[in-house]
Structure formats: structure tokens, C-alpha cells
């Protein structure tokens, strides 16, 4: 089955300081991949995807097939990025699927 | 359109009993999504449909769970025979289809088995 690794359950940096969350995906195809966040007592909802190449709130993220990776980093945190972070993959298998990795917290300290 | 709207926000249950939870998805959006999260965890898909047509269902969903989307508009998932191990954020989202979809999410509803 494919799957989504985020190894991080928790990620603590300090204001200023460059954040890197880990996503790796097991997909033989041409993936589409997501970062979705969640801020504290708001919805889920989709920061970035890897087809669209853009920023968002200075969050960058690339596709890397080779290490079937799909980082999330951005050079200096601020504290409203503290968050839940999810990437996801949507691919074809039959029926289309969309699936998550378990998620990795980030705290921004001040 | 507020977006996708889940109700109740929040049921508590005894053990036993049957639940239904409804999601109102954004209105032109074909494809409605279910999603199971506990404390810890990302969202685990459930299942999903395409206008009215499910598509495709989990293995984490047991007979015990069912699934509708009359007409492609809401959407309604009902829990027969609860246990305490359904206790779970049950997550809508709706989606336009079409590549690289993104899913817009509802708030939630929070199921506790006592």
C-alpha cells in the first residue's frame, strides 16, 4: 500500500531560526503531493502543492523522486507558524485516493 | 457558501447505540471525502464518493459503518452498534475533481463512546 512518513511527531525552533518538516512517500507513479496545516482551533486546510512551485507564508516545498521526498522548509519561523502539519499524496489506483502521514507538530519559541 | 459544514459538532454516545453524523459539502464540489482522526494521528480515509457514486471504501470501515450521498449533495455516515473504540474527530472535505484537487475541509465531528 503507499504511504506517507512523517518521522517527526514534534518539531521545537526558535523564533528566526529555519524550519525543515520531513515528509516520504512510497508511490511508484507520478505523485501529487500536499502540505496541509492546522492552526490551533481552526480546520484543516491546504498550505501548498508541489505542482503549483510557490511560496506560501514563506514555506517552499520540492519534490525530490529520487529520495521520494517532499519537505516542507522555510527559512526563518515565526510564532503564528506554530502549527499541525500534514503532507499528503493523492494518486490513481484503481479509484482515485488521497491519503495523509500522522502529522508533525511545530512550535515556534520565543 | 461558508464552506463544507459538519453536524453535530459533537456526540456522545453509550456503547451500543447508532449514530449518524451529516456533511454538507461546498455546493460544486463532486467529490465528498470521510476521514477518521484520532488523538496522535493523521486523517485516515474512510471513504469517498463522486457525485453520488462511492468509489471507494477503507478497510477500517466495517459493516458496522455506512455511507450515503443522496443526489451528490450531503452526505451522511452512520455508526451502528458503537464501540468504544469509534471515539474519533470524524473529518469531511469536499473537493472539485480534477488534478493536483485540493480538499476544503469541515470542522469536524467529535465522537465519544462512553
Known amino acids: 500500500a503507499q504511504r506517507v512518513t512523517q518521522p517527526e511527531k514534534l518539531l521545537s525552533v526558535f523564533k528566526g531560526a529555519p524550519v525543515e518538516l520531513k515528509c516520504n512517500y512510497s508511490?511508484?507513479?507520478?505523485?501529487?503531493l500536499f502540505w496541509y496545516v492546522q492552526y490551533s482551533r481552526q480546520r484543516l486546510q491546504l498550505l501548498l502543492r508541489?505542482?503549483s512551485r510557490e511560496s506560501i507564508k514563506g514555506f517552499t516545498a520540492d519534490l525530490n523522486k529520487g529520495e521520494t521526498s517532499f519537505h516542507l522548509k522555510k527559512p526563518f519561523a515565526q510564532e503564528e507558524d506554530s502549527a499541525m502539519y500534514y503532507c499528503?499524496?493523492?494518486?490513481?489506483?484503481?479509484?482515485?485516493?488521497?491519503?495523509f502521514g500522522t502529522g508533525t507538530r511545530l512550535k515556534v519559541l520565543a | 457558501d461558508t464552506g463544507v459544514s459538519q453536524d453535530p459538532r459533537h456526540k456522545i454516545t453509550k456503547r451500543g447505540q447508532n449514530v449518524t453524523f451529516r456533511c454538507d459539502p461546498i455546493s460544486e464540489h463532486n467529490r465528498l471525502y470521510w476521514y477518521r482522526q484520532t488523538l496522535g494521528q493523521g486523517p485516515e480515509f474512510l471513504t469517498y464518493f463522486q457525485n453520488e457514486a462511492q468509489l471507494e471504501k477503507s478497510r477500517l470501515l466495517s459493516d458496522r459503518f455506512s455511507a450515503e450521498r443522496p443526489k451528490g449533495s450531503f452526505s451522511t455516515l452512520e455508526i451502528q452498534r458503537t464501540e468504544q473504540g469509534d471515539s474519533a474527530m470524524y473529518l469531511c472535505a469536499s473537493s472539485r475533481q480534477g488534478a493536483n484537487e485540493k480538499l476544503f475541509f469541515g470542522s469536524g465531528t467529535q465522537l465519544s463512546v462512553l
Open positions: 499528503a499524496l493523492s494518486y490513481y489506483s484503481g479509484t482515485y485516493k488521497y491519503i
Open positions: 508511490y511508484s507513479g507520478s505523485p501529487e
Open positions: 508541489h505542482i
